[in-house]
């Protein structure tokens, strides 16, 4: 890339090669992309963990719930 110093270039993430716009461009959608893949990552397992976790109280409790009746019913 002709501009930037070596210590710039090696404390950065990236490194683009060459000082085409669309280079830019491109890693920019490309982080965007990443970004967006772990943030709708993120929401379907915090969906799914919620959704499995109110399952598993709400099953427990009626079962215990059902069981506390029979022992008395009984």
């Known amino acids: 890339m002709g501009s930037g110093t ?10 683009i090669l060459d000082d085409n716009f669309f280079s830019i461009v491109r890693a920019i959608m490309w982080g965007r992309s990443i970004f ?9 397992q915090l969906t799914v963990n919620v959704v499995r976790t109110s399952l ?19």
Do not use: G, H, M, Y
């Not at 598993?56 to 719930?65: E, V």
């Open 36 to 44: 967006d893949n772990i943030r709708k990552f993120l929401q379907f």
């Open 6 to 15: 070596q210590v710039a270039i090696e404390a950065s993430d990236i490194v």
């Open 56 to 74: 598993s109280l709400s099953l427990s409790l009626s079962l215990s719930l059902s069981l506390a009746r029979s022992r008395t019913c009984s």
